[in-house]
C-alpha cells in the first residue's frame, strides 16, 4: 500500500504495518501493561513486627477487659499496620511479538482513520516556537499531538515544548500510550521507513 507524504510523492509501505487489523483487546492489554511498568511501587508501611517498641505484656490476661499482648498491635495508636503495603513490581509481563502487533494494529487505525500524517521533513532548524505553530497550522493538526522524528533533534524539541499536548519522541521513543492518546500522529519519511524496518 501507499501513504500519502504531504508536499511529496507517495510512499510505499507494508500492509502488514501499515493496513493491518484492529485488535481492541491486544492493544487493551498493552496499552494497560505499558501503564503498570511505569508505576513506582514504593509505597511501605510498617507492619507490627516493623514498629519500634516493647513486645512486653502491659497488662494481666485475665480481669482487664479485653486481652492484649502489647502495645504494637494494630488497634493501638503508633501500632503496626494490619495489612501494611509493601514495595513491589507491577510489570505485566508482554510477549515482544503481542507488543508490536499492536503497535502495527494502532498505526493501521490511525492510517484508516486519517489521523496519521507523513512529511519528508519538519523543517525546524532553530529553537522558534513560531515556527512550530506555523508548521502545525500548515500540516492542519490540532488538539493532541504527536511529533514521530527519525532523530529528535533538540532545536525541534525546544520549538514543541511550550506548545500545549505536543509532544516530540524518536522512534525508539515510540509507544502504545502516547499513540493512544494522541489525535494526530505526524511522522518523517526516516521515521516511516524505521518503524517499517522495526515491526515488519
Given amino acids: 500500500m501507499e ?15 501499515f ?3 484492529f485488535k481492541q483487546a491486544l492493544i487493551h492489554q498493552v496499552v494497560v501493561a505499558y501503564r ?7 509505597q511501605s508501611q ?12 502491659f497488662k ?3 480481669g482487664g477487659g479485653a486481652r492484649h499482648g502489647d502495645y504494637r498491635a494494630p488497634i493501638f495508636v ?8 509493601k514495595p513491589r513490581s507491577y510489570e505485566q509481563k508482554v510477549n515482544r511479538k503481542s507488543y508490536r502487533v499492536a503497535i502495527r494494529s494502532i498505526l493501521s487505525e490511525l492510517n484508516r482513520q486519517g489521523r496519521l500524517k507523513v512529511v519528508e521533513g519538519f523543517g525546524i532548524d532553530a ?3 513560531k515556527a512550530m505553530v506555523a508548521k502545525l497550522a500548515e500540516l492542519e493538526v490540532s488538539g493532541r499531538v504527536l511529533l514521530v522524528s527519525e532523530d529528535a533533534n533538540e532545536a525541534l524539541y525546544l520549538a514543541s515544548r511550550n506548545i500545549p499536548y505536543l509532544h ?27 518503524v517499517e524496518e522495526w515491526l515488519a
Wanted: glycine share 14%; net charge positive.
Fill in 127 to 129: 529553537p522558534k516556537t
Fill in 46 to 57: 510498617l507492619s507490627r513486627s516493623d514498629v519500634s517498641g516493647t513486645t512486653k505484656k
Fill in 36 to 42: 503498570a511498568g511505569g508505576r513506582a511501587g514504593t
Fill in 168 to 194: 516530540v519522541v524518536d522512534v525508539l521513543a515510540l509507544n502504545p500510550v502516547s499513540l493512544v492518546g494522541s489525535d494526530y500522529v505526524v511522522m518523517t519519511v526516516e521515521a516511516v521507513k524505521k
Fill in 60 to 62: 494481666k490476661q485475665k
Fill in 3 to 17: 501513504l500519502n507524504v504531504i508536499g511529496a510523492k507517495p510512499l510505499s509501505v507494508s500492509d502488514e504495518v
Fill in 78 to 85: 503508633g501500632g503496626g499496620v494490619t495489612f501494611a503495603a
Fill in 19 to 21: 493496513g493491518g487489523e
